[in-house]
């Protein structure tokens, strides 16, 4: 029996491990290849920096705090499956997270800021800021946000939610403002955020409201090359 026991503790050190070498391997790989370029144009080109706004108010409307945050886009891979892009409070270095963004073809999705529980109450239990062409009114598409270190037995390992194009305004020949919805049910009630995409520009405004009538607004405030 004991030697079982030992036999079987040195099978699944061998598979971590193993399981470790290759994360760490891809890893390495992902920050050796280039961003991937899949539409000749891209909105969010690397070594790009945007940043926005974060604001919060209370159920009652009333603003408790602004942050400022830096969304920079590497010349990289994350885990060699999307664009590298990190996120980070201005003039607080330490909170800098890297995370992944897709644009091509078929849609643009944003993988939202997480730093703390401030932020996650709202990011990680709201549609994801996505947007899937080509654009047109009532366009509708299903996603699922996957909650990782925030699951619970409620909850379970991810959430679906449900996004939909409830606007689109001209505002030149080249130019379009779209507003799209984002409805997710979550544990405490529906999570709603609205969205708003502009065409060569990307999203302005990802505006969370939580079930509880507490809000979080993300809004651009430049984009600018480094």
Known sequence: M????????VFFGLIL?????????IFAVSKLTPYKYEIPRPIYKPNTEW???????????QIQRVDTLLATILDERIMLQQNKMTWEIKGRPETRQPTGMIENQLRMCL??????????????FSAYPEIHYPA???????????????ATEETGQSLNYLSRITAIDSLDER???????????????ENVNVMTYKDRVGFTKVAYRLANGERMDLELVSGRRL
């Open 2 to 9: 004991v030697n079982t026991l030992k036999i079987l503790a």
């Open 17 to 25: 491990g193993l399981a470790a070498l290759i994360l760490g391997g």
């Open 51 to 61: 940043t926005y706004t974060a604001s919060f108010f209370n159920a009652s409307g």
């Open 111 to 124: 993988h939202p800021p997480t730093f703390n529980e401030d932020y996650t109450r709202f990011t990680q």
């Open 136 to 150: 047109k009114l009532k366009k509708r598409w299903e996603g699922k946000v996957r909650l990782l270190s925030l």
């Open 175 to 189: 130019t379009r403002l779209i507003s799209i919805e984002g409805l997710l049910d979550s544990p405490t009630g």
